[in-house]
């Protein structure tokens, strides 16, 4: 019998946000199913989205321009907050689930900063590869002088834009990597757990960062003030 002292906290996170394989999955819920203890942590785990309600009020979603790579604008606050309940809440890459009562988010987040940009990947298609790449490349050589920091955060199957013999932009990776000193990519840590544990051991691209997971550094970004974009708003996506 699976009981919850069977399952770690990685593995419930993996599951509420989605990103566990058919066969892990079944297993959580079989826990669930003989473990009451464990059915009240996966309920505590889906409050994020009550914990999101506290954290932004009665916030509207509106229209407001988003950055741009040829020129950096602000995105207003209010539009912000809408668009991080959506993509926390599970309408935008798996993201339901993150307690934000232990991580203190609801106590609000920073001004966003449109000089410090967090691009997010979660689909495994060469042409979001490509626009995320295009954008970020794009944004650094129009804004050198403007103190430009720029992250790539993958999780799901985007994951295989970072890791070697999967991505079909191996060696573009690596070429933007040693040239731009202020890009970063990082691959989400719960993401690569789920490829060891279906006998696939990845191997990432060189300086791709796998400390983290993908809720965690979105949620630690926002939260330092960093622009959230996700590759899907992005041109050519």
């Known amino acids: 019998m699976y009981t919850r002292d069977d399952m770690d906290e990685a593995t419930l996170h993996a ?7 058919a066969d892990s999955e079944r297993s959580v819920l079989r ?7 464990l059915r009240e942590e996966v ?5 994020a989205k009550d914990w999101m309600r506290s954290g932004f009020g009665d916030a509207e979603p509106r229209e407001q321009p988003l950055p ?8 207003a606050p209010l539009a912000f907050a809408a668009s991080l309940a959506a993509l926390l809440v599970g309408g935008a890459g798996g993201l339901l689930g ?17 000089t410090r940009v967090l691009l997010h990947l979660d689909e495994s298609r060469p042409e979001k590869f490509a626009a995320v790449l295009d954008y970020a490349e794009r944004l650094l050589e129009r804004n050198r002088d403007a103190g430009v920091q720029v992250e790539v955060i993958a999780n ?6 970072m890791r070697v013999g999967a991505s079909p932009f191996e060696q573009r ?40 997971t993908a809720i965690d550094e ?3 970004r926002i939260r330092a003030g960093w622009t959230y974009r996700k590759v899907d708003d992005l041109p050519g996506a």
């Open 173 to 212: 990776v690596r070429e933007m990597s040693a040239r731009y000193r202020n890009l970063q990519f990082v691959a989400c840590a719960n993401a690569l757990r789920n490829l060891r544990a279906r006998g696939v051991e990845p191997e990432l691209i060189d300086h791709v960062k796998s400390d983290t």
């Open 156 to 161: 799901a199957a985007g994951i295989d834009l």
């Open 98 to 114: 993150y307690n934000f009562a232990e991580h203190g988010f609801h106590a609000g987040v920073a001004r966003q900063d449109p």
């Open 31 to 37: 826990a669930m199913n003989e473990d009451s203890r």
């Open 15 to 21: 599951y509420v946000d989605g990103e566990l394989d």
């Open 68 to 75: 741009r790579a040829g020129g950096l604008r602000r995105w």
């Open 218 to 220: 979105i949620v630690r």
């Open 43 to 47: 309920c505590r785990l889906r409050r």
